[in-house]
């Protein structure tokens, strides 16, 4: 935990017992006292450093502060020291001192060894393999302004983020689908990604049962049982094949998806990418080979020359659960991800309360165009979205007083077209007096601003660019309402300003546009 009342950013440093190569870095949030975005660094001498990135954190508002959201990223790098820095802070109700917290980092790797491993003929023969030495990180705090607090380091019985390893062969062919659904989900092609998860979960399972009879292999060869060893070597063997045919790519013409998008930190999760060379690009890396593709059953096409990207486990695009598709193509978040959430390490990651049933639409009566979406064509025949628990929406009553209990229930939906259509309806609205006129404009204002806060960190680019639009449209309806107080103003700009800046660093040029034009605008606005 940071002290109370820090500048930002602060740094963390992790000292490594040795150099040793790191192949994925996991970080675990605290639920209230959050960094918007925490850059990531690695060396070997602590005193040149490489910029691997960054990672955008929630708010956590959605979930009243009672989640943890945990970042996981995948790389191939050699490092002793690893560098943290964190960003200024969230600011909510439970976080009166500007705090920013950090329960758990997990670093996963193997030691440089100088010589090879001191293995029995025994043990070569049948093929067991000794091992790598656990790394252990001890944590030295080099503030760039102020000190951080001690963090004690957590004990290995009690790290929230440990994951059951797998051998290198099924790690890397997960790393390899993740990629791809990473940039399927990008170029929301969510078929591709929705073939590429169900692919994903299968090679788990059986990373899962190979680490297990690996590890009763060793056992029986410790034993000297080796006909119990030559069983599970057979069944080893067996389950390996059968990950190479079930991602082996089908012959036929196949669609590349190119080398663009990243993160959407970049980034989730719900997952795993081969691990590339890392370069100082926020999003992406060298292209790794191509990757495979699913089985002949799924007819799907393989991706080439992908590039690694971080895991946001708490913004995936995912199919609507347990109804069917809409007219739409729309796909609910995760978040991440991503059913269990598409990163698979992430057991933490922010989790919505399962809706209870869809908010129904009694205007439409099951036909015509959506009345709530009137003056937005394109949303005519949106389905209805999920119901949200009774606590969100308690939580959420300014904001339902404001625009109504169906477009706050679209703008906390997990499908990103509902959010999406949310924000461009109140932005639609925002010039109309006959919506605005009958309320009080500082809560006109409060209300925008949550909604640009969160749509601005949207891992959906199109619903990023809708909420910056939104953005301009509170400054235009700040400076023609002169009975607005311009501290309440400021205050409510604070947080949705922080979300713009932290954008000037997005990979898509039209984002980065859009935000520039929205804090010029910010800079020669005047608040009567």
Known sequence: ?????????????????????LTQIQVLSHQSHIAT??????????????????LSLKSNKESQYTARELKTVHINSTARFVKFKLHQCYINDKNVYSQVGIVAINLNGEAEEETGPSSSTDEMELGASTPSKPMR??????????????????????????????????AAKIREI????????????????????????????IGLQLARLEGAKREAVANEDYDAAKRIKDEIMELEASIGMSTTPPTGRSESYGNGGGFPANNRSSSHPPPPQMTTSTYNSTPPPAIPSVSKQRTQQPAE???????????????????PPPPLKQQPRSSAAFSTPPDDDLNDAPLRTKPKAPVENAATGGGGGNPHFEGLPDCADLADPEALPDSLLSESAEMVSLIGEYLTTCFYSNVWNHRDAAIRKVALD?????????????????????????????????VALSAVALCHGMLQFAETHATLDRDA????LNNPLIQLVNKLGESLVKIRDEVTSVLLQVAKTHIP
């Open 1 to 21: 935990m940071t002290p109370r009342n820090c500048e930002y950013p602060q740094e963390l440093v992790l000292e490594l017992e040795g150099t040793c190569r």
């Open 37 to 54: 975005k925490v850059e990531l660094y690695l060396s070997l001498d602590n005193a040149t450093y490489n910029r691997l990135g960054f």
């Open 137 to 170: 990180a001890s944590a030295s705090i080099t503030p760039t302004k102020a000190s951080l607090l001690p963090l004690k380091p957590p004990s290995p019985a009690a790290d929230d983020t440990a994951d059951l390893r797998f051998d290198a062969k099924t």
């Open 178 to 205: 993740h990629v791809a659904k990473e940039k399927a989900v990008a170029m929301e092609d969510y078929d591709q990604a929705k073939r590429l998860k169900v692919l994903e979960q299968q090679l788990m399972n």
């Open 305 to 323: 020359q992908l590039q690694q990207s971080y895991e946001d486990e708490t913004e995936r695009p995912l199919a609507a659960a347990s109804r």
């Open 430 to 462: 925002l010039t109309d007096p006959a919506f605005t006129d009958p309320h009080d404009p500082h809560v006109v204002l409060s209300v925008a601003s949550t909604m640009v806060q969160s749509g601005v960190s949207d891992r959906i680019a199109q």
């Open 489 to 492: 103003v400021v205050q409510v």
